[in-house]
């Protein structure tokens, strides 16, 4: 039987990034949020386009 490893360690990412990300969310500056969500948004169409 084949464990499936790879998304349980993907899944157990997602969990800690959101928890940190809800801990951490209030703190930064306004600025700051706007520069993170705006860079993931350019990752996110740059891995599409390929």
């Known amino acids: 039987m084949v464990l499936p490893i790879g ?3 993907n ?3 997602v969990v800690v990034g ?5 801990l951490l969310g209030n703190r ?3 600025r700051v949020r706007l520069i993170v969500f705006q ?3 350019l990752c996110t169409l740059s891995m599409a386009c390929r």
């Open 11 to 13: 899944a157990g990412v």
């Open 39 to 41: 860079g993931l948004g």
């Open 18 to 22: 959101a928890c940190i990300g809800m």
């Open 7 to 9: 998304s349980a360690i």
């Open 28 to 30: 930064m500056p306004e």
